[in-house]
């Protein structure tokens, strides 16, 4: 005959554990997410700028002007001496360098961004 009363409670245990797992990641991943969605809108900019640039001097803040509305719409703390925009010989080169903070309940996490687009301009 099997007796069951050590077994009791393993499995709402178990349960409950894997409960605590499951709604961990999801809110990882709802803190996460946001992160990576605004890094990439931000290159998609990057590139779109990069297409659009132009070897007329003083072109370069006109694009940084454009990427620092961008990164204040989105929420990014970038600044002029973050971007680094260089249109010579033929192409254009824009490059970042950000952080995200992501702030959970038990830690801070910085996460690191470093996009860089080159796009040829086509006169």
Request: hydrophobic content about 45%; overall charge positive.
């Amino acid at each position: 005959m099997i007796d069951l009363r050590n077994e009791k409670g393993k499995g709402v245990l178990q349960a409950i554990i894997i409960l605590i797992i499951i709604f961990l990641v999801i809110y990882l991943l709802v803190k996460f997410f946001p992160s990576f969605h605004k890094s990439y809108e931000f290159k998609e900019t990057m590139q779109k700028e990069a297409r659009a640039a132009r070897s007329t001097p003083g072109f370069e803040d006109v694009v940084i002007k454009n990427l620092l509305a961008k990164a204040a719409q989105l929420g990014l703390n970038i600044d002029k001496g973050n971007l680094k925009v260089q249109i010579e010989r033929g192409i254009a080169t824009i490059e970042a360098d950000y952080y995200i903070e992501i702030k959970t309940f038990f830690y801070t996490f910085k996460r690191h961004f470093t996009p860089k687009v080159e796009n040829p301009i086509f006169m």
